[in-house]
């Protein structure tokens, strides 16, 4: 196969979804104790008859994650260069026909909001832009590249979709992630959220993952953003396409995220929210599906709820994160992407981490391995 959408293609979002729904006790307690569970298990995880073995779901989750990652939680910090975007998304702050004051960071200030990173303990960054190719285009990307890499050993990006070239550019300049978020796997309602921009292009930002893992990138984050649409069919199609991705470019580690919609001003609220106990049911749906699989915890969600995701499964967290351009030094009153949720310190999620018995890691490798 040429790339997913021929996998993507074979299924029917409301077949899907009827097949999630119509999974029974036996089909979850079949996935409960199977040794490998297939995405038909991972669809019974999901399920609304899963509910009842919330509490064995997580106990199982526990144990796999520290199984293969041990007691540690790798931190790292966001840091948004530019919050210009060409793109009119419906739930976003950066969307551009939000009348707010747009920025891009220079090379100073990208160099000062690093050093008040790195203040902090930090050698792991993701770098954040809106979708704005005249602004934020592949020799910006380079130019920061080159100021951030010798003060970071792990430099992970989310900007716009690229094309397979240029993310060979930006990996051999550095990069050693990119995370690239579908929003939601339903092509209607994708159309309903993007209305103006590149990111109209479903099938283009369908494709992205493909291109990132021809072009040999270290690793592949992956997710939905919830609250667009029903939670369990999406997250499934997001499974299918790590299943895929897996199979196809298997040097190439993968992790998810679980953004849920956040306030932001001038934008929508989730018409499909996601309760604390639905987030924590997909998370440990995905730990038993996958045991390989790196899951990411931000700072939209509260202080209480990360606390509690530490030891079910969670595998890294954010802290101290800004969403807005030169939010940590350089100009706090531009405006946030969204508001965060859990605002401690990175000292203080470091030792709310040490308190459950793990072990926060600021620096998880070395380019020179």
Known sequence: MNNFKE?????????????????????????????????????????????????????????????????????????????????????????????????????????????EIKRHGFEHILLVTGEANATVHVDYLLQALQILRPQFSNISI??????????????????????????????????????????TNFHYRLHTPDRIGAAGIHKIGLGVLL???????????CALHLDYLQKHYWQTKYSVSFPRIRPAEGADQARHPVSDAELVQLICAYRLWNQELEISISTRETEKFRDQILSLGATTLSAGSKTNPGGYSVDPETLEQFEISDERSPAQVAAAIGAKGYEAVWKDWDRFY
């Open 7 to 115: 996998v993507f293609n074979r299924y029917a979002w409301a077949e899907v979804q009827a097949s999630i729904s119509t999974k029974t006790t036996a089909d979850v307690e079949t996935a409960l104790h199977a040794d490998h569970r297939s995405l038909e298990d991972f669809k019974a995880l999901l399920s609304p008859a899963a509910i009842p073995y919330l509490e064995e779901m997580a106990h199982i989750s526990q144990q796999l994650t520290q199984k293969r990652f041990g007691h540690t939680i790798q931190l790292f910090a966001p840091m948004y260069l530019s919050n210009e975007c060409n793109n009119i998304c419906t739930y976003c702050g950066f969307s551009f026909d939000h009348k707010i004051k747009r920025k891009t960071l220079s090379a100073a200030e990208i160099l000062q909001e690093t050093n």
């Open 158 to 199: 989310e900007v716009q979709p690229l094309e397979e070239e240029e993310y060979k550019t930006l990996h051999a300049a550095g990069v050693h992630s990119v995370l690239v978020y579908q929003e939601t796997y339903h092509p209607e309602v994708y159309k309903e959220y993007h209305t103006k921009g590149k990111k």
């Open 227 to 237: 609250g667009l649409v029903d939670w369990r069919t999406d997250s499934f199609f």
